[in-house]
C-alpha cells in the first residue's frame, strides 16, 4: 500500500479520549497525527488525577506509554491548536482527511457573581492544574487562607477539600451546595480520605435545617446522611485538625472583600425545593433570606466549559455543538461537529470524552467515548477516498513549532524526572515549566 491510501487523522487533544481514540484508529491502519497542547501526554489522567494517586497514575501512564508505541502514531506534545494556537482547526482540516477533536474542556465557568474577581477566589480546574505542576499554571501561585469555602459538591469539590485538609491544613473548608443534602454527587471512596474531618454534628444540624424541604419534595433525610456516613468504614485518618462541614440549599450570590485584603466572606441565599411538572425532578428556588460567612478562599468546583476560542461554535452552557441528526451515530450518540449559523455539519470534524461533553465521567468513560469518537471517525472515512500526505501536516506542524516534542522525547523527559525523583528520594517529580523541560532534553 502507498503512504497516501493510508488515511490522515489529526487528533487534536492527548487526553484519555484522544489517546484510546488514536489506539484504535492506528490500529486500523490510519496514519494517527497526535497534537497536544502539554508537552507530555495524558490530559486529566496527568494532571487532574490527585497528584498521590501515584499507582492509578502510573497504571495509566504505562498504558499511554504503550499506545504511543505503535508505529502509526505521530505525537506532536507542546502543540497548541485554536485561534491563538500555533496552528488553526481550519489549517489543520485542510491537510487531514479528518479531524477528532479531543481537547477536553478547557474553559472555566464561573456564576459571574460580584467579587469573583477579588484576591484568593480560584476555580478549581486552575488550583488542581497547579498542584498537578501543569505548565504555566505551576509557575503560578494560588495562595490559600485558612478558612476556605468550596462551591459544589461533586468529587473535584473533595480533591480541594482533600487538598486544603490533608496538604494545607487549614482552619476550616465548607463546601457550599445549592442543593439538599441527597443530591451530592462526590462518590463514597473520594468522601474517605476527608471523611476523619467531617464535623458530624454539623452535618446532622444540616440534615435537621434541610429536613422539612427534603421531605416535602418526597426526599429522604436519613437515607442522604447514611451515603455520606458510609464513607466511614474506608476513612483515612485524619492529617490535620482542620473542620470540615457542609451548607446545603445555599446559592453563593456575593462574594464580599476588597482588592487589598481578598475575600473576606460570602454572602449566600438560603433555598428551598419545589417539584419540577414531571413530579419526580426538582427545582430550585430562593428563599430570600440571606447569610455572611467570614472566610478567606473561595473555590469554585461546579464543572467546566470548553475552550470558546478553539474555532468551534460552542452552546451557551459552554458544550461545543453537535449535530442533532448525526450521519454517523454511535449508539444514537453525535460525535459530529456543527455549525448552527449554516445548519450543517462541519465535515470530516469530529468530538470525543469531554470536548463532547463536558466535565463528564471517569478516565473508563473517556475512554469509551474516545473509541466510539473513533468508530465514528472509520464510518466517516468509508464514504470519503483519502487523498491526505502525512508528512504535509508533520512538515507544517515541525515548522510551525520548532519546540513540538516527539513521543521519543516524551520518553527522554520521563527518564530524566525518574532520575530527578530518585535522586531527591521523592515518590515523584515533574519539572514545572515547559522551558525547564525543553531544557532537560537540550541535555
Ligand atoms: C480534578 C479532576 C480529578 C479527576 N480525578 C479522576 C480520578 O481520580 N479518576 C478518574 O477515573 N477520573 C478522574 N477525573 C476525570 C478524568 O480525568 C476525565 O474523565 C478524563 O481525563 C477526560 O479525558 P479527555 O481526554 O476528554 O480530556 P482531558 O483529559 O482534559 O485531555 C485533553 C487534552 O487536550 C489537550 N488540549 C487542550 N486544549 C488543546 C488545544 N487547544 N490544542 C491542543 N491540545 C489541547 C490537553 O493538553 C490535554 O492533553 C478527574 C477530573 C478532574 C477535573
Ligand atoms: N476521584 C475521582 O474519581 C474524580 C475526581 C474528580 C473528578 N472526577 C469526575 O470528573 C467529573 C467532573 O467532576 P465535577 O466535580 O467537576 O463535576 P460534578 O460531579 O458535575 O459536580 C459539580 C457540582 O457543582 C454543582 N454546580 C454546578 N453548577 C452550579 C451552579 N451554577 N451553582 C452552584 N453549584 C453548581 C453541581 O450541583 P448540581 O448537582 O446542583 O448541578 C455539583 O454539585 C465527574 O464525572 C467526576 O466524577 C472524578
Known amino acids: 500500500m502507498t503512504e ?7 487528533i487534536i487533544g492527548a487526553g484519555p479520549a484522544g489517546l484510546y481514540a488514536a489506539q484504535q484508529l492506528a490500529d486500523s491502519d490510519c496514519h494517527v497525527i497526535l ?31 504503550s499506545i504511543l ?28 482527511d479528518v479531524v477528532l477533536v479531543t481537547v477536553g474542556a478547557q474553559g472555566t465557568k464561573w456564576l459571574g457573581l460580584p467579587g469573583e474577581n477579588l484576591p484568593r477566589v480560584y476555580h478549581a480546574k486552575d488550583v488542581v492544574y497547579h498542584y498537578n505542576h501543569l505548565p504555566p499554571w505551576s509557575e503560578r501561585t494560588y ?6 469555602a468550596i462551591i459544589g459538591a461533586g468529587n473535584v469539590m473533595l480533591d480541594i477539600a482533600n487538598y486544603a485538609i490533608r496538604h494545607l491544613e487549614v482552619d ?8 439538599d443534602p441527597s443530591a451530592v454527587k462526590f462518590t463514597r471512596k473520594e468522601m474517605s480520605l476527608v471523611y476523619n474531618n467531617l464535623d458530624l454534628p454539623a452535618l446532622d444540624a444540616e440534615i435537621e435545617r434541610t429536613r422539612l424541604v427534603m421531605e416535602s419534595v418526597g426526599k429522604e433525610p436519613e437515607a442522604a446522611k447514611a451515603f455520606i456516613v458510609s464513607a466511614e468504614k474506608r476513612a483515612q485518618p485524619a492529617v490535620s485538625a482542620t473542620r470540615f462541614r457542609f451548607e446545603f440549599l445555599s446559592n453563593t450570590i456575593h462574594i464580599v472583600g476588597n482588592h487589598e485584603q481578598g475575600v473576606t466572606g460570602i454572602v449566600t441565599e438560603d433555598t428551598s425545593l419545589q417539584l419540577r411538572q414531571d413530579g419526580t425532578t426538582t427545582r430550585s428556588v430562593s428563599l430570600g433570606t440571606t447569610r455572611f460567612l467570614p472566610l ?4 469554585f468546583a461546579i464543572g467546566d466549559q470548553v475552550d470558546g476560542g478553539f474555532g468551534l461554535p460552542t452552546t451557551e452552557w459552554g458544550e461545543f455543538i453537535k449535530h442533532p441528526r448525526p450521519q454517523f451515530p454511535i449508539d444514537g450518540t453525535s460525535y459530529e461537529a456543527f455549525d448552527p449559523k449554516v445548519a450543517r455539519p462541519i465535515t470530516g470534524v469530529f468530538l470525543a470524552g469531554w ?12 475512554r469509551k467515548d474516545g473509541h466510539n469518537g473513533a468508530e465514528a471517525v472509520l464510518d466517516y472515512l468509508a464514504t470519503i477516498t483519502p487523498a ?3 508528512t504535509t501536516l508533520i512538515n507544517a506542524i515541525t515548522m510551525i513549532q520548532p519546540h513540538s516534542v516527539t513521543k521519543a522525547q516524551i520518553e527522554q523527559l520521563e527518564t530524566a524526572e525518574q532520575t530527578a525523583a530518585s535522586e531527591q528520594n521523592l515518590p515523584e517529580f515533574k519539572f514545572d515549566s515547559n522551558q525547564a523541560m525543553l531544557d532537560a532534553l537540550a541535555e
Do not use: C, W
Open 4 to 10: 497516501k491510501a493510508h488515511p490522515v487523522v489529526a
Open 35 to 65: 497534537l497536544n497542547r502539554d508537552v507530555k501526554p495524558g490530559g486529566l489522567a496527568e494532571y487532574g488525577i490527585f497528584f498521590d494517586k501515584y499507582k492509578m497514575k502510573n497504571g495509566l501512564r504505562k498504558q499511554f506509554k
Open 69 to 96: 508505541a505503535h508505529p502509526n502514531m505521530h505525537y506532536f506534545g507542546n502543540v497548541s491548536v485554536g485561534s491563538n494556537g500555533d496552528l488553526t482547526l481550519s489549517k489543520i482540516r485542510e491537510m487531514a
Open 143 to 148: 495562595p490559600f487562607g485558612r478558612k476556605v
Open 172 to 179: 476550616e473548608v465548607i463546601a457550599i451546595v445549592r442543593r
Open 296 to 299: 478567606d478562599t473561595v473555590v
Open 355 to 366: 470536548a463532547r461533553q463536558a466535565s463528564t465521567g471517569l478516565v473508563g468513560a473517556a
Open 388 to 390: 491526505s500526505d502525512p
